[in-house]
């Protein structure tokens, strides 16, 4: 069975600081890996998807990675906003979607 | 532009009553799930539907029943509700399972079994 996890569970960082979420998978064998954002009492919106055979897309001041060989995908924000704060889970993708619990971020004016 | 509607949004159960989660998407869809969010838990995969007419089960499907009505919708039942079904479930979809997939997610239903 896939497992995920996320680390750090919870990240407080001031506004203007680059950071960057980490996911880690047990089972190379992924179609693709997902992130998404979770605000308080809300659904899931998707942030960005990289296929299995790519190793990173953008949107905006946000870039994910994925090396499959390592199990290991990374979200990288820059310029953080106090919009930002939300949990953020990744998702990897086979016949089923396997989730992290969550990195909760807080940015802070 | 409704996406994934799950209704009701809220509901207080007692020990042993029943109830159904309604489900439906209008993004043509061949796939869609039931997951629950448990604090420190993360979404577990409570059973889906790869496809119109079938359903299979996730990693956590005891004590619930679904049934997939058509390519629209899909509903989860809870038939004899019991305090560990305490939880935010969600319903997603899918344009199907596998490679190249984006999965799509309601609002969530907070449920309470007292």
């Known amino acids: 069975k896939q497992e995920v996890t996320q680390i750090p569970a919870a990240l407080s960082v001031p506004e203007g600081e680059n950071l960057v979420l980490n996911c880690s998978f047990t089972?190379?064998?992924?179609?693709?890996l997902q992130w998404f954002r979770q605000d308080p009492g809300k659904g899931l919106t998707s942030l960005l998807l990289?296929?299995?055979?790519?190793r990173e897309q953008t949107s905006g001041r946000l870039n994910a990675s994925l090396d499959k060989s390592s199990g290991r995908s990374t979200l990288y924000i820059a310029a953080s906003q106090p919009g930002d704060s939300a949990t953020y889970l990744c998702?990897?993708?086979?016949?089923?979607?396997?989730f992290g619990t969550g990195t909760s971020l807080t940015v802070i004016p | 532009n409704a996406g994934v509607t799950q209704t009701p949004k809220f509901q207080v159960l007692k020990t042993g009553q029943s109830m159904t989660l309604q489900c439906a998407q209008d993004?043509?869809?061949?796939?869609m799930y039931w997951y629950r969010q448990d604090p420190g838990m993360g979404l577990r995969l409570i059973y889906y539907?790869?496809?119109?007419?079938?359903?299979d089960k996730g990693e956590v499907p005891n004590g619930y029943n679904v049934s997939r009505l058509n390519k629209r919708e899909f509903s989860l039942r809870l038939e004899s509700a019991a305090p560990s079904q305490t939880s935010v479930y969600f319903c997603?979809?899918?344009?199907?399972?596998?490679?190249?997939?984006?999965?799509?997610f309601g609002e969530g239903s907070w449920l309470t079994v007292v």
């Open positions: 998702a990897v993708g086979g016949n089923q979607f396997y």
């Open positions: 997603a979809s899918s344009p199907r399972t596998g490679a190249g997939n984006t999965i799509y």
């Open positions: 089972d190379s064998a992924i179609y693709n």
């Open positions: 539907s790869a496809s119109e007419g079938t359903t």
């Open positions: 993004m043509n869809h061949n796939s």
């Open positions: 990289i296929q299995s055979s790519q």
